[in-house]
């Protein structure tokens, strides 16, 4: 059987982690051979860009927007005059850290993860009747505000008995206006969805009237030996106990009192990924994070994946709320505590929480039932 895999491509952790648990699950369906096929975005749209007002206060945005999400400059203090004096005085520094970083991505896809050398166009894709079936997901595959939300994540480029959707996720919690002709659609063009959030159940069914399989991401969906066997330890592991830090979002000063104290008061040594600042990880790869939070005495992160992998290798773990543009980013991980009924983990205050156990008979009964779950899931959809 040749599966092909949609998905979002980009060098982001959760992102690859992501595309390689679909892979193994799938591989692991009969003698299956199976392929992430790249596809076309969308062309930007010249009516969104010239009516964007670039004023000074916009390139201010744009600058220190472009600081945090490419060089990771996550400290809350930092101000456009820092940001600008930082930029200039070690560009040299950034761009170096940047291009090692995507080469070890790079490398990671090549040892890990299986690619079709064709990529899916908006126009004629007659290659693709080799493929018995193509499944997309899981990630924001079907987010609205992505360059990439066409109709190829919605996989309309094959007939309808080959569409399967795993764990797939919108991002948002409603559809914007001008797009839900559309997505209502192409929606219903599927025979079997699953999706990753009960948002993006909510939103199916509102469309559709539809009701989808609700499956955890595909990073829990696969025996925790399959990480064992994957993640690296990095060439300059720390000698002594730690904490790690994975953030995403801003790191507060609230937050950053609250790691400081915790870190002293348990005698452990901060490392930080995806702090440029902090450099001495920024440029692991996606095998060397598994590994890194596999061993850490703490974990302290606003990311999904780092709450993920924090519960799966059974770490102690804070999660942090991340607020962009004064909206939290933080409603799948919420549903993902929720589901495992561990909502105490998230920083609410500068209380100590780092020692309160977890029942982790509950939380193996829920990974096994959704793993069963999946397994329906997707033994049905191949029989139909």
């Known amino acids: 059987m040749k599966i092909g895999i949609i998905t979002l491509l980009s060098n982001n952790y959760g992102n690859r982690l992501q595309n390689y648990a679909v892979q193994e699950l799938l591989k692991n369906i009969g003698d299956s051979t199976v392929y992430t096929v790249p596809f076309e975005k969308n062309k930007p749209s010249k009516n969104n860009t010239t009516n964007i007002k670039k004023n000074i206060p916009y390139y201010i945005k744009a600058f220190n927007s472009r600081m945090k999400n490419i060089y990771s400059f996550n400290y809350e203090k930092h101000n456009l005059i820092y940001n600008a004096f930082y930029y200039l005085l070690c560009n040299k520094k950034i761009k170096s850290l940047i291009k090692e970083r995507n080469e070890k991505f790079k490398k990671f896809d090549e040892c890990y993860i299986n690619y079709e050398n064709r990529t899916l166009t908006l126009g004629n894709n007659d290659w693709v009747e080799d493929y018995d079936y193509f499944v997309c997901g899981s990630d924001q595959i079907w987010n609205p505000y992505y360059p990439t939300c066409n109709k190829l994540a919605f996989l309309q480029f094959v007939d309808e008995k080959k569409r399967i959707s795993l764990s797939a996720s919108f991002g948002v919690n409603e559809i914007p206006s001008s797009k839900i002709e559309a997505y209502k659609n192409w929606l219903n063009a599927f025979s079997d969805i699953s999706v990753r959030e009960k948002e993006g159940a909510d939103i199916v069914k509102n469309l559709t009237g539809k009701d989808v399989t609700l499956l955890l991401d595909p990073t829990m969906l696969v025996d925790i030996s399959t990480w064992e066997k994957m993640m690296k330890k990095p060439e300059n592991y720390p000698n002594e106990k730690y904490a790690l830090c994975y953030f995403l979002?801003?790191?507060?000063?609230?937050?950053?009192?609250?790691?400081?104290?915790?870190?002293?008061?348990?005698?452990?040594?901060?490392?930080?990924?995806?702090?440029?600042?902090?450099?001495?990880?920024?440029?692991?790869?996606?095998?060397?994070?598994?590994?890194?939070?596999?061993?850490?005495e703490h974990v302290f992160t606003d990311s999904f994946h780092g709450s993920v992998f924090s519960i799966l290798f059974k770490r102690n773990f804070t999660v942090f709320d991340r607020v962009e543009e004064g909206k939290s980013m933080n409603s799948r991980i919420t549903t993902l505590l929720q589901t495992f009924k561990i909502e105490h983990k998230m920083f609410k205050n500068d209380d100590d929480i780092s020692n309160e156990q977890l029942d982790y008979r509950y939380i193996e009964n829920v990974l096994k039932e959704n793993r069963n779950k999946y397994k329906k899931f997707i033994n049905s959809a191949l029989e139909r």
């Open 249 to 296: 979002g801003s790191l507060t000063k609230d937050y950053k009192h609250f790691i400081d104290k915790m870190s002293k008061k348990y005698n452990l040594k901060i490392i930080s990924v995806l702090d440029i600042e902090d450099d001495t990880y920024f440029s692991c790869d996606p095998a060397e994070l598994v590994y890194l939070i596999s061993h850490a």
